[in-house]
């Protein structure tokens, strides 16, 4: 079965602090990892898919990198609105094109 | 991409009554996925919804509880049957684009069971 971690659960920092958020994952064939940003009461917004080791993808102050076990989401100098839930997802052949998510990290970015 | 939209948006029903949730997509899309996000939690796929074949749903999720429409390739309906206090969440439903199997979410539909 698909299982995936996401640590911190929360996250709190000062605007311009950078930091990283993790997520560990064990999967029978990856076919692809996602990471969604989720602002209070709506629903999931896509940020970026990784699909192989050593991939590295980059949106604004965002970049998502992905290893064998892990994957990182790196925010380089935050502003308050960088401010959300953000959730990883992996998608394996053995669920067919089933989404496990993890638990999700709370980021609260303060001015 | 797509743009998805959800009714209703919110919802107070009471314990015992059921509620149709509705999911329509700008685009023909061939999968369809429904998901529950229990207060302070992170998202459960309930079932998946194809056109032209019975919704296929996750273990611990009945047909008979969360009955599913997929009459063509832009909409689907999740009914949410015989309400109790512990549906209260939010649903979501998500389409896959493209060939790298992205999904893209509503929403969202809020459920506040009495």
């Known amino acids: 079965e698909d299982q995936v971690t996401q640590s911190p659960e929360a996250l709190r920092l000062q605007e311009g602090e950078s930091s990283s958020l993790n997520c560990s994952y064990t999967?029978?064939?990856?076919?692809?990892l996602f990471w969604y940003r989720q602002d209070p009461g709506k629903g999931p917004e896509f940020l970026f898919t990784?699909?192989?080791a050593g991939e590295e993808k980059e949106k604004e102050r965002l970049k998502a990198t992905l290893t064998k076990k892990e994957s990182f989401l790196h925010i380089t100098a935050p502003k308050p609105e960088d401010s959300a839930t953000y959730l990883c997802?992996?998608?394996?052949?053995?669920?067919?094109?089933?989404?496990?998510f993890g638990g999700g990290t709370r980021v609260l970015v303060k001015p | 991409s797509a743009v998805i939209s959800q009714k209703p948006s919110r919802d107070i029903c009471q314990r015992g009554t059921s509620l149709t949730i509705q999911c329509q997509v700008d685009?023909?899309?061939?999968?369809m996925f429904w998901y529950r996000q229990q207060p302070g939690q992170s998202l459960t796929l309930i079932a998946t919804?194809?056109?032209?074949?019975?919704?296929?749903?996750e273990s611990g999720f009945v047909i008979d509880k969360f009955p599913i429409s997929r009459p063509n390739l832009t909409f689907s309906t999740l009914t949410v049957s015989n309400m109790s206090p512990e549906d209260s969440s939010i649903y979501l439903c998500?389409?896959?684009?493209?060939?790298?199997?992205?999904?893209?979410f509503g929403p969202g539909t809020r459920l506040t069971v009495l």
């Open positions: 999967v029978s064939g990856l076919r692809g």
């Open positions: 998500s389409v896959e684009v493209g060939s790298r199997h992205t999904q893209y």
């Open positions: 990784l699909y192989s």
């Open positions: 685009s023909q899309v061939t999968m």
């Open positions: 919804a194809n056109q032209g074949s019975e919704a296929t749903y």
């Open positions: 997802a992996v998608q394996g052949p053995a669920a067919g094109n089933k989404l496990t």
